[in-house]
């Protein structure tokens, strides 16, 4: 993998339900050049297990756990982490388009953002 090019934060947060289908919509991108942050806010249910999984069988995805602050709080977490050229913010409840990260990253191409 080249340069990664886009961070992807995901703000976790008793996600369990809707966790495994969101991961997977990020895993089955086009675009590649990414990197998964994880940030388990302090889940109460087997959210922080289904993270663990992920980043211990993809290594673009990396899991962090802090105590509960919150969703700015986590997000700021996976900031400060983030390695792109470029940050995304997914919901844990989100499901992304198989080229909804390429699109997104052909639209910003050679733009001064």
Not at 55 to 84: C, E, K, W, Y
């Given at each position: ?74 997000r700021n977490a996976g900031l400060d ?33």
């Amino acid at each position: 993998m080249d340069k990664t090019r886009l961070s992807i934060v995901v703000p976790v947060y008793n996600a369990e339900e809707y966790l495994d289908r969101c991961l997977v919509s990020i895993m089955e991108q086009s675009f590649t050049s990414y990197e998964v942050i994880l940030v388990d806010d302090g889940s109460t249910d087997s959210s922080p297990l289904v993270c663990e999984r992920y980043s211990a069988t993809d290594p673009r995805f990396i899991t962090i756990h802090m105590q509960n602050g919150g969703v700015s709080s986590a997000r700021n977490a996976g900031l400060d982490l983030a390695q792109g050229e470029f940050v995304m913010f997914v919901d844990s409840d989100d499901v992304l388009l198989p080229d909804a990260v390429e699109r997104m990253m052909e639209g910003i191409s050679g733009e001064d953002l």
